[in-house]
């Protein structure tokens, strides 16, 4: 018998627009269940509705937002949408357990991670009375726990306090905290995404085995692909507050019987799959003809940009070199007892003219600060960066910094805090080109549309602010800035690693387009490890500050030299054993 | 005072400036505005229909309020609602000025120091010090010095007040300054000059002024506090603190001589930090939506 029935769920928010009260439904009529002992992962991406389903299943949702839930969500046959606020506290924790997506904003700084535990062990509901014994029980229960997670040093673990311990320690004790009363099911809402690749994966198995011994329950949210095939046994996949497929891990992943499940799936990255000549992106047109009947199920929704087979002339774009840079923070002072950090060592590198290099690696790799030293927002502290007839030492950037700009430009990360979120879109374009170049009035005008055209965004965007775009719009915005001084290098620091699958690939593609089409050299930045390696020309890996391989994909993917590299590769969750390599997924 | 309370609050027309939109949606702050701007224009406009504030008349001292004096005489037969009205125009003036001065010197100084690291450490330093000086000694120590005069004040509370701005400025730019947008500007080939003009000051403003309506409030206690010990506008020109000086002494025979001007200068403070505090969840998402939690509990407990 399933554990957790969810039937005809229907969840939204009230809002209070203009006196009356308006609903806006986040999920529609969803159904679904889990079984004791297996994994349901629930797949979608953002504004798909998955979380608010997940956090509604433990009503968290209440606390935060005026929410109305309609349906039934039924644990173990008790419907938890009628319990009062006392009952419900007795599911929370005890029966339903919980683990968020970021473990440091969920263990409080101020107790050690000891106490934490103690404190989440509640066995029959409420918390534990009866002094000393229950205590002990407690204690050696948490003991237990933290070595079944992994953390063997267990004493030294309690009177830790949680900034003292890494992500990957963090996240461990969240599922020890979530296991202390022996939940029936175990919500997981993004566990791992805010950790590197290679903890990620020990996280996953771990999860997986502690599943698996406890024969809990698991809802695991995600919007990884990758991530829900190794770990789920049953995937269910979501699209704008709406079940969209339901099913078998290997039915889902191999032959995938909706449009959108179908379309997610190619739009993942893969390892051996090239998309040098253009990502696969969801067209939202016909995928709506399809799910509304008008174009038969079979019918694909993707599209797949095709590049022009003629790559513009490199022209006049200098080669990029790195020599032996090094970058320091901080220095050894007698007031602070602070030893200095090489985020960078020693790390040289050629880009030629024109060419797509990949840097990859996890945080703290040093790949961020080597891109801000190129971009010259950073000065090394040894070695030199030369671009052309400009040069980046210690001394910092030698020669006309408007010069430098007009050819070397830097993506950000974030779209939403890299636009002033006070300037209109045609502020922040034109802002480059008033600093930059002599355009002025009407031809400044001109070419801020040119750039709106040519990044993809409709023309009404010219005058909105950021706060009215969606994240893959500010990403294009942001992209027009750069390129709006025709730069001949662009670094781009994690551009797509804040957006869904689906609009990753439309940002890829306009950045490959614009390289085709302006010849650009391209410095990025990223951690997504099958992103670089199908899309880039060459690529070096990070780790520790150093440069420890440069290789083409290929080289990269199948014959590295390096431990590490291995080891990235081995951790990377990727589809390919589940999908025919060549585009579409077998059926 | 419902027609005037209306009058004073735009109530349509201008939908489109936040503003207006914001005092629409937020009684409270309607109202606490509506209030305070009946009280300056009440200040401004009154005067000439009144009698002469420093004309005395031994006569007729230390009367109650009635009909003829509405609030009553006081030690020299002065009118106390002419000394009131008058002495706010100096009281509620002088305090605005000493706000804006605060203002423009502190915002000056906590944008600088926010954004060049350099200046920060010299900056920030001298700030400290000069919080950790009484408050009311330095000011007093200043006006001694100088001569008390409404100059002095304006410039010892100035003093006084600009390293509080300059702080709350700082911090805020030093949270603007770390995003991305500030990067981007840079590698725009911005000068960080003009960064500090296009994208930091539009960013902090809305804070700033939100500081701005705090801090008049403590300048007006301020300098109610130094009006009263004498160190503030010399006595015949009426101020809130020095009515309130020259009435202690008859606290027996006529407390409203006291009481009047306390009411007031109480009135203003409440009604400054009520239209501060509102507007901070106007201007502040991480206000508003505690602000909106604790309505939520609260409803919720409710049924």
Same mark, same amino acid.
């Given at each position: 018998?399933?554990?957790?029935?969810?039937?005809?769920?229907?969840?939204?928010?009230?809002?209070d627009t203009a006196g009356h009260?308006?609903?806006?439904?986040?999920?529609?009529?969803?159904?679904?269940?889990?079984?004791?002992?297996?994994?349901?992962?629930?797949?979608?991406?953002?504004?798909?509705?998955?979380?608010?389903?997940?956090?509604?299943?433990?009503?968290?949702?209440?606390?935060?937002?005026?929410?109305?839930?309609?349906?039934?969500?039924?644990?173990?046959?008790?419907?938890?949408?009628?319990?009062?606020?006392?009952?419900?506290?007795?599911?929370?924790?005890?029966?339903?357990?919980?683990?968020?997506?970021?473990?440091?904003?969920?263990?409080?700084?101020?107790?050690?991670?000891?106490?934490?535990?103690?404190?989440?062990?509640?066995?029959?509901?409420?918390?534990?009375?009866?002094?000393?014994?229950?205590?002990?029980?407690?204690?050696?229960?948490?003991?237990?726990?933290?070595?079944?997670?992994?953390?063997?040093?267990?004493?030294?673990?309690?009177?830790?306090?949680?900034?003292?311990?890494? %992500?990957?320690?963090?996240?461990?004790?969240?599922?020890?905290?979530?296991?202390?009363?022996?939940?029936?099911?175990?919500?997981?809402?993004?566990?791992?995404?805010?950790?590197?690749?290679?903890?990620?994966?020990?996280?996953?198995?771990?999860?997986?085995?502690?599943?698996?011994?406890?024969?809990?329950?698991?809802?695991?949210?995600?919007?990884?692909?990758?991530?829900?095939?190794?770990?789920?046994?049953?995937?269910?996949?979501?699209?704008?507050?709406?079940?969209?497929?339901?099913?078998?891990?290997?039915?889902?992943?191999?032959?995938?019987?909706?449009?959108?499940?179908?379309?997610?799936?190619?739009?993942?990255?893969?390892?051996?799959?090239?998309?040098?000549?253009?990502?696969?992106?969801?067209?939202?047109?016909?995928?709506?003809?399809?799910?509304?009947?008008?174009?038969?199920?079979?019918?694909?929704? !993707?599209?797949?940009?095709?590049?022009?087979?003629?790559?513009?002339?490199?022209?006049?774009?200098?080669?990029?070199?790195?020599?032996?840079? !090094?970058?320091?923070?901080?220095?050894?002072?007698?007031?602070?007892?602070?030893?200095?950090?090489?985020?960078?060592?020693?790390?040289?590198?050629?880009?030629?003219?024109?060419?797509?290099?990949?840097?990859?690696?996890?945080?703290?790799?040093?790949?961020? !600060?080597?891109?801000?030293?190129?971009?010259?927002?950073?000065?090394?502290?040894?070695?030199?960066?030369?671009?052309?007839?400009?040069?980046?030492?210690?001394?910092?950037?030698? %020669?006309?910094?408007?010069?430098?700009?007009?050819?070397?430009?830097?993506?950000?990360?974030?779209?939403?805090?890299?636009?002033?979120?006070?300037? !209109?879109?045609?502020?922040?374009?034109?802002?480059?080109?008033?600093?930059?170049?002599?355009?002025?009035?009407?031809?400044?005008?001109?070419?801020?549309?040119?750039?709106?055209?040519?990044?993809?965004?409709?023309?009404?965007?010219?005058?909105?602010?950021?706060?009215?775009?969606?994240?893959?719009?500010?990403?294009?915005?942001?992209?027009?800035?750069?390129?709006?001084?025709?730069?001949?290098?662009?670094?781009?620091?994690?551009?797509?690693?804040?957006?869904?699958?689906?609009?990753?690939?439309?940002?890829?593609?306009?950045?490959?387009?614009?390289?085709?089409?302006?010849?650009?050299?391209?410095?990025?930045?990223?951690?997504?490890?099958?992103?670089?390696?199908?899309?880039?020309?060459?690529?070096?890996?990070?780790?520790?500050?150093?440069?420890?391989?440069? %290789?083409?994909?290929?080289?990269?993917?199948?014959?590295?030299?390096?431990?590490?590299?291995?080891?990235?590769?081995?951790?990377?969750?990727?589809?390919?054993?589940?999908?025919?390599?060549?585009?579409?997924?077998?059926? | 005072?419902t027609?005037?309370a209306q009058m004073s609050v735009p109530v349509s027309g201008r939908a489109a400036s936040p503003l207006a939109r914001a005092l629409r949606r937020n009684r409270l702050l309607s109202a606490a505005t509506a209030l305070?701007v009946?009280?300056?224009?009440?200040?401004?406009?009154?005067?000439?229909?009144?009698?002469?504030?420093?004309?005395?008349?031994?006569?007729?001292?230390?009367?109650?309020?009635?009909?003829?004096?509405?609030?009553?005489?006081?030690?020299?037969?002065?009118?106390?609602?002419?000394?009131?009205?008058?002495?706010?125009?100096?009281?509620?003036?002088?305090?605005?000025?000493?706000?804006?001065?605060?203002?423009?010197?502190?915002?000056?100084?906590?944008?600088?120091?926010?954004?060049?690291?350099?200046?920060?450490?010299?900056? #920030?330093?001298?700030?400290?010090?000069?919080?950790?000086?009484?408050?009311?000694?330095?000011?007093?120590?200043?006006?001694?010095?100088?001569?008390?005069?409404?100059?002095?004040?304006?410039?010892?509370?100035?003093?006084?007040?600009?390293?509080?701005?300059?702080?709350?400025?700082?911090?805020?730019?030093?949270?603007?300054?770390?995003?991305?947008?500030?990067?981007?500007?840079?590698?725009?080939? #911005?000068?960080?000059?003009?960064?500090?003009?296009?994208?930091?000051?539009?960013?902090?403003?809305?804070?700033?002024?939100?500081?701005?309506?705090?801090?008049?409030?403590?300048?007006?206690?301020?300098?109610?506090?130094?009006?009263?010990?004498?160190?503030?506008?010399?006595?015949?020109?009426?101020?809130?603190?020095?009515?309130?000086?020259?009435?202690?002494?008859?606290?027996?025979?006529?407390?409203?001589?006291?009481?009047?001007?306390?009411?007031?200068?109480?009135?203003?403070?409440?009604?400054?930090?009520?239209i501060?505090?509102s507007m901070?969840d106007v201007v502040?998402?991480?206000?508003r939506?505690?602000?909106?939690?604790?309505?939520?509990?609260?409803?919720?407990?409710?049924?």
């Amino acid at each position: 018998m399933s554990l957790l029935n969810l039937t005809d769920v229907t969840i939204g928010v009230t809002q209070d627009t203009a006196g009356h009260e308006e609903r806006l439904d986040l999920v529609h009529g969803l159904t679904l269940d889990v079984v004791a002992g297996q994994t349901l992962c629930v797949v979608g991406e953002s504004g798909s509705g998955k979380t608010v389903t997940a956090l509604s299943v433990v009503r968290l949702l209440e606390f935060v937002a005026p929410v109305y839930t309609e349906g039934e969500i039924a644990v173990g046959g008790v419907d938890v949408t009628r319990l009062g606020a006392e009952q419900m506290r007795a599911y929370r924790g005890a029966r339903i357990g919980m683990i968020f997506q970021e473990a440091l904003d969920s263990l409080n700084p101020a107790q050690r991670v000891g106490a934490q535990l103690l404190e989440a062990y509640r066995p029959d509901g409420v918390p534990a009375r009866g002094g000393l014994k229950a205590r002990r029980a407690a204690e050696a229960k948490a003991k237990a726990l933290l070595a079944e997670v992994g953390l063997t040093d267990t004493a030294r673990i309690m009177a830790l306090y949680p900034h003292q311990m890494s %992500g990957g320690m963090q996240q461990r004790v969240m599922i020890a905290m979530a296991l202390m009363s022996d939940p029936d099911i175990l919500i997981a809402d993004e566990p791992t995404t805010a950790l590197d690749v290679t903890t990620q994966a020990e996280i996953l198995a771990l999860f997986q085995r502690v599943q698996r011994e406890h024969r809990t329950a698991c809802v695991f949210i995600t919007h990884d692909m990758g991530v829900a095939a190794e770990i789920a046994d049953r995937i269910a996949v979501m699209y704008r507050g709406r079940l969209v497929e339901i099913g078998d891990k290997l039915d889902i992943l191999t032959a995938p019987r909706h449009p959108y499940t179908r379309a997610l799936l190619e739009c993942v990255p893969r390892l051996g799959v090239s998309r040098r000549e253009g990502f696969p992106t969801i067209s939202e047109a016909r995928l709506r003809a399809v799910t509304e009947g008008t174009a038969g199920r079979d019918e694909p929704v !993707t599209e797949t940009l095709r590049l022009p087979d003629a790559p513009a002339p490199v022209g006049d774009t200098p080669p990029l070199g790195i020599d032996r840079v !090094t970058k320091v923070y901080g220095r050894r002072s007698r007031l602070a007892r602070r030893s200095p950090v090489r985020a960078v060592n020693e790390v040289s590198l050629e880009i030629a003219p024109g060419e797509f290099f990949g840097l990859v690696g996890e945080s703290g790799s040093g790949k961020t !600060t080597l891109g801000r030293m190129v971009a010259a927002l950073e000065t090394p502290t040894s070695g030199r960066i030369a671009f052309g007839e400009h040069q980046i030492t210690p001394a910092g950037l030698s %020669g006309d910094e408007r010069a430098f700009r007009r050819q070397a430009q830097l993506v950000f990360q974030d779209p939403q805090s890299s636009l002033d979120p006070r300037h !209109t879109v045609a502020r922040i374009i034109a802002e480059p080109l008033r600093e930059l170049t002599p355009l002025r009035g009407g031809e400044l005008d001109r070419r801020v549309a040119e750039l709106i055209d040519e990044v993809g965004l409709p023309a009404g965007c010219a005058d909105r602010l950021p706060a009215q775009l969606s994240g893959g719009q500010r990403q294009r915005v942001s992209i027009a800035r750069a390129v709006a001084a025709r730069p001949r290098l662009i670094v781009a620091d994690e551009p797509t690693s804040a957006l869904d699958v689906s609009v990753q690939g439309q940002v890829m593609n306009l950045l490959l387009q614009l390289r085709r089409s302006h010849g650009i050299s391209f410095l990025f930045i990223t951690h997504n490890l099958s992103l670089v390696l199908s899309v880039a020309d060459r690529v070096g890996v990070m780790y520790g500050g150093e440069l420890i391989e440069t %290789g083409t994909p290929h080289e990269i993917a199948t014959s590295s030299a390096h431990d590490y590299t291995r080891r990235l590769l081995a951790a990377n969750p990727d589809l390919s054993a589940y999908i025919g390599r060549h585009g579409h997924p077998s059926r | 005072m419902t027609p005037t309370a209306q009058m004073s609050v735009p109530v349509s027309g201008r939908a489109a400036s936040p503003l207006a939109r914001a005092l629409r949606r937020n009684r409270l702050l309607s109202a606490a505005t509506a209030l305070l701007v009946l009280i300056v224009l009440a200040v401004v406009i009154l005067p000439p229909f009144l009698p002469d504030a420093n004309a005395t008349d031994p006569v007729h001292r230390l009367l109650p309020p009635s009909a003829d004096h509405l609030l009553g005489t006081d030690s020299y037969g002065r009118d106390v609602f002419s000394r009131l009205v008058s002495g706010g125009r100096t009281s509620l003036g002088l305090s605005a000025l000493i706000t804006v001065c605060a203002a423009f010197t502190g915002m000056v100084i906590g944008l600088v120091s926010g954004f060049y690291r350099a200046v920060d450490a010299v900056v #920030m330093r001298i700030m400290d010090a000069w919080m950790s000086f009484p408050a009311i000694i330095l000011a007093m120590a200043l006006a001694i010095g100088l001569g008390a005069s409404i100059w002095t004040e304006l410039i010892a509370l100035t003093v006084l007040f600009t390293p509080f701005t300059a702080r709350v400025i700082r911090s805020r730019v030093l949270s603007v300054a770390a995003r991305q947008y500030i990067g981007a500007a840079r590698v725009s080939g #911005m000068r960080p000059a003009k960064i500090l003009v296009v994208h930091v000051l539009p960013n902090v403003l809305p804070l700033a002024l939100v500081q701005v309506v705090i801090l008049s409030a403590s300048a007006m206690l301020v300098d109610g506090a130094m009006s009263f010990l004498g160190m503030g506008i010399a006595p015949p020109t009426p101020t809130w603190g020095n009515m309130i000086a020259e009435g202690r002494s008859y606290l027996v025979q006529a407390p409203w001589l006291i009481v009047v001007p306390g009411l007031a200068i109480m009135a203003c403070v409440l009604l400054l930090n009520l239209i501060g505090s509102s507007m901070r969840d106007v201007v502040d998402p991480r206000a508003r939506a505690l602000g909106d939690l604790q309505r939520l509990r609260a409803r919720g407990a409710a049924r």
